[in-house]
């Protein structure tokens, strides 16, 4: 993971100033937490005005799986029981097929931006990928103004910042 992200600084600075549009500049956060005892795991967030709206991490998928009823525990008591099952239910369930992400997927979703052209970036399947595509500043109004009809099969959360993107530019 570290070889993807880098300096997590430069990658910040390139997220919140290189990339974003002119438009979303000052109003897009990321931020990226480790703790003690985390074996190497991360925890990512985006914030729009300084709101949360989006967090990346192991937690963040397992409870997910927990609260809609993908584990086989309901209510897990202790840490063996709140990660029974974690791999093959990641395993089981596509990045496509639900709303949360790992670390890792969202480190492997800005190594994919990144290396590829923008219009291939915002026409992914991986709903990462678009995330970091529709807050790109080399996206126009006409190719913003294509995509507005092109967001009911997206989850509600990148609905959201390509609404937020609409917006900031008038669209």
Do not use: H
């Not at 430069?10 to 438009?23: C, F, G, K, T, V």
């Not at 005892?37 to 914030?47: Q, T, W």
């Not at 963040?60 to 840490?79: A, H, W």
């Not at 092109?150 to 609409?166: A, C, G, H, Q, S």
């Amino acid at each position: 993971m570290s070889k993807i992200l880098g300096f997590w600084s430069a990658m910040r600075r390139y997220l919140e100033q290189d990339m974003i549009a002119d438009s979303l500049k000052g109003r897009i956060r990321y931020s990226c937490t480790t703790y003690v005892g985390m074996d190497g795991c991360y925890i990512f967030e985006i914030r729009v005005d300084g709101k949360q709206i989006k967090r990346f991490s192991w937690e963040t998928i397992m409870t997910y799986f927990i609260e809609n009823g993908y584990t086989k525990i309901k209510d897990p008591r202790g840490i063996r029981e709140y990660w029974d099952g974690f791999s093959e239910l990641k395993e089981k369930y596509s990045i496509n097929d639900r709303t949360e992400y790992t670390d890792d997927e969202f480190c492997k979703a800005l190594e994919k931006y990144r290396t590829q052209d923008i219009r291939t970036s915002i026409k992914s399947s991986d709903p990462l990928v678009r995330m970091f595509a529709i807050l790109d500043g080399r996206l126009g109004k006409r190719t913003l103004t294509k995509l507005k009809d092109e967001t009911d099969y997206l989850p509600e959360w990148l609905k959201n910042l390509y609404k937020l993107r609409f917006e900031a530019e008038q669209i």
